[in-house]
């Protein structure tokens, strides 16, 4: 039972479906093992009662901290690892990616409340999954080629289908991308597919996301700033 419940809140495959595919038949088969003790010959009624009432009561447990939890964590009062996540091309933003880092710091964090890959990244496998669980705030420095590096964009989609706040800088050379270039993303960046399908992300995923971060206001970034 931990282990269903546990695959349903976190999602360890990393295509969606599998994790519907895994819980299903780890409640299937927990539904199997309790129901063929009801069919054993001679069977020990007061062994066989204890064993239902605990295996009910572990369930009613395990259902309420699950429940508990999620209230918690909807409500806001369990804080996230990172306050902040930002989301950047390396070659373009990257020098700006750092100051922020350390003005976010400044301004009364932590930096281990600043997710920065070059600090932060321990595994790519994990990345999406950061985002998705452990991030308040995705902060995207949104340079001239953002939408075209596959990285950037999964964590953009990533953050979008899982309803995490999420605010574009709009950096000095930002190019906002068109209606007809998400259209017809997958020819404009052809490294996205192969990124796709070993991240469990629809190209639907990516073009939905695209048109929320293009259809919503940005902060523009000064070409300078002093002070």
Sequence with gaps: LVYVFTC???KPWR???LNHVDAFFGGALILFMNTCAFFVH????QALSWASVSVVLIALGVLI???VFAMLRHAG???KPFRFFLCHRKA???AFARWLKEELVATGGRKQDVFLDADNLVSLECLLGIVALDVETVLVLASRTIFQRPWCVAEMTTAHGNE???ILLEMPDFEPITAEMIQKYQECVPDLEGLCVDSGLSLQAVRTALVAFMTREGIRVPASMTG
């Design 77 to 79: 009062r369990l804080k």
């Design 164 to 166: 995490v706040h999420s």
């Design 42 to 45: 001679d069977p020990d009624l």
């Design 8 to 10: 349903v809140h976190y």
């Design 15 to 17: 295509v969606p479906q």
């Design 92 to 94: 373009e933003a990257g």
């Design 65 to 67: 901290t699950v429940a």
